[in-house]
């Protein structure tokens, strides 16, 4: 999804409309994660690109987008570009040292 949503639209409601942004970005991940994986992958990542503009958007985390459009949204600007782009990817184990416990939480 290679996307400029409008955040100021006449005649629309500020509130819902962002609330109407953020479901259509929710629905577009639960669309790609239903995807089938490739052979030895585990789950789909995200790469996701943020910015007032396109050509001002920068590498971002993948869990950090939903921040990102409530802090546009608070300043008032009237739109953002959001990138996400889907990628197959395989978890990696970190080996525990032998003897060690596990922590508790």
Not at 7 to 22: C, F, H, S, Y
Not at 52 to 78: C, K, Q, T, W, Y
């Amino acid at each position: 999804m290679k996307k400029t949503f409008q955040l100021q639209v006449e005649g629309k409601n500020p509130e819902r409309l962002l609330e109407a942004i953020k479901h259509e970005i929710r629905q577009y991940l639960k669309r790609e994660r239903r995807k089938p994986l490739p052979a030895q992958m585990d789950f789909w990542d995200f790469d996701c690109r943020f910015g007032l503009s396109e050509e001002a958007a920068e590498v971002i985390h993948a869990g950090a987008f939903m921040d990102r459009i409530n802090e546009a949204a608070a300043a008032g600007a009237p739109a953002f570009y959001l990138e996400l782009l889907a990628k197959p990817a395989q978890r990696s184990f970190v080996p525990r040292a032998p003897g060690a416990e596990p922590s508790e939480d």
